[in-house]
């Protein structure tokens, strides 16, 4: 009988496994892979319980917790040992900022692929603490040196990783994060009363909804002062805040503080997102500094929701463009007030079944991102294999070497440098 082949093993490298986009996409891909073909365990930064942990646990896959990256030494210790104790992984797949310093030290230790993943614009905002500030400046580089590939969420994000010119290196490309959306389908029975009533709204209220975690990123100083202009000229009109995140003393502070807390609504994070959008929500408000792509746009498309946005997240998210309304960051509050008002008196722009039909022929499902994750990981995998048996051919054998950046093997058992040439080298060194 022809033995079944060995499945692919990855290591996610997170921050937790938590609600939030990208998590919520690497459980998505688990959920949907064959797990004979893909194996995935998650590295995180914390030891306290994540959102996801029991689940990824039931599913045949790990949650190893790491020190945090910003004790360097002793990081890059305990990552050696999870790779070294973790049977062999074909794959390291980082998602953090310091990729490049997690795709060092999974080269030394002769990971033979290799994967940054960039989700954000960070080109629009750097850490304040200047030791992590100096920590990213030297690593950051790193990336272009051991990583055999990268993936990014849009362009943008993929030029704040990999540079402007990122289309020129073979080894980086956009990989939309796509959703289980069948959750989103329009539902058969209205239960918006059910929802008013669970958290203390009046049953006719009109609902501006946010999902979001509460951190710098999503601009809440911005959506308070909307809501301000909004509340003081509609008694009808409620916000909802999901989620949860290091500002949100900050945030609940100041809903007290203006006299809001009556009409801005905050059910910190919820597992029922899809049941929000679609029997709550009449409008989604997201007036973030900077995105990667904004994966809950995809969500709040696929419920049929008019969407007021900023101007500078990536436009491939824009998929049912009548659902989409930017507005620059420069423009006050009282602009994006109108807006909100007009969307909420308006009749909606596309009927949700037409929407959510649009949504499911997009790039953003979850079927399509990962069958596209799983080819890129095959093809990878099959040309580090053909790369090092050339190597072999040309060099006679070697013991469990480290590969370039190239994806190229090194006899020396160390990472070649940049431009030593390979099946992935950049048309820049050409």
């Known amino acids: 009988m022809r033995a079944m082949p060995a499945p692919v093993r990855a290591l996610q490298i997170v921050y937790s496994m938590n609600r939030a986009g990208v998590e919520t996409w690497l459980m998505d891909v688990l959920r949907h892979s064959d797990r004979a073909g893909l194996r995935m365990d998650f590295m995180t930064d914390t030891t306290e319980p994540g959102d996801f942990d029991d689940e990824i646990r039931r599913l045949g896959g790990r949650v190893i917790p790491c020190t945090r990256a910003a004790r360097p030494l002793q990081h890059a210790r305990e990552f050696r040992r999870i790779l070294r104790d973790g049977g062999g992984y074909d794959i390291v797949h980082s998602h953090v900022a310091h990729s490049g310093f997690e795709l060092a030290i999974a080269a030394t230790c002769g990971v033979p692929v290799r994967i940054a993943h960039s989700h954000n614009d960070i080109q629009q905002f750097f850490p304040p603490d200047r030791l992590r500030r100096l920590f990213l400046k030297v690593t950051n580089p790193w990336v272009r040196r051991f990583a055999t590939h990268g993936l990014a969420a849009?362009?943008?994000?993929?030029?704040?990783?990999?540079?402007?010119?990122?289309?020129?290196?073979?080894?980086?490309?956009?990989?939309?994060?796509?959703?289980?959306?069948?959750?989103?389908?329009?539902?058969?029975?209205?239960?918006?009363?059910?929802?008013?009533?669970?958290?203390?709204?009046?049953?006719d209220a009109r609902v501006v909804g946010h999902v979001g975690r509460l951190a710098e990123q999503k601009n809440h100083a911005l959506l308070l002062d909307i809501a301000e202009q909004v509340l003081s000229r509609r008694q009808d009109v409620h916000f909802v805040l999901v989620g949860d995140g290091p500002l949100r003393d900050r945030v609940l502070g100041e809903i007290e503080r203006r006299g809001m807390a009556g009409r801005v609504h905050w059910i910190g994070v919820r597992d029922n997102v899809a049941d929000l959008m679609l029997h709550l929500f009449d409008l989604f408000l997201f007036p973030s500094l900077f995105e990667g792509l904004g994966l809950v746009l995809v969500e709040a498309q696929a419920a049929g929701l008019p969407c007021i946005i900023s101007s500078v997240i990536p436009q491939e998210v824009d998929v049912v463009e009548e659902l989409m309304t930017r507005l620059s960051l420069e423009e006050p509050a009282e602009r994006w007030a109108d807006c909100v008002l007009s969307q909420l008196d308006g009749e909606?722009?596309?009927?949700?079944?037409?929407?959510?039909?649009?949504?499911?022929?997009?790039?953003?499902?979850?079927e399509q991102s990962c069958r596209q994750l799983l080819e890129l990981y095959h093809d990878a995998l099959r040309d580090v294999a053909e790369s090092a048996g050339h190597s072999v051919a040309a060099g006679g054998a070697m013991s469990s070497p480290s590969l370039s950046r190239s994806g190229e093997a090194t006899g020396d058992g160390h990472p070649a440098e940049p431009n030593s040439g390979g099946r992935f080298r950049s048309a820049a060194d050409e």
Do not use: H, I
């Open 348 to 366: 909606p722009p596309v009927p949700r079944e037409d929407a959510y039909r649009q949504m499911q022929n997009s790039p953003f499902t979850v």
């Open 154 to 203: 849009s362009a943008a994000a993929a030029a704040a990783m990999f540079g402007n010119n990122w289309k020129s290196d073979r080894r980086w490309q956009v990989l939309f994060c796509g959703r289980d959306l069948s959750a989103f389908a329009p539902p058969a029975e209205p239960r918006r009363l059910d929802f008013c009533r669970q958290f203390g709204l009046p049953d």
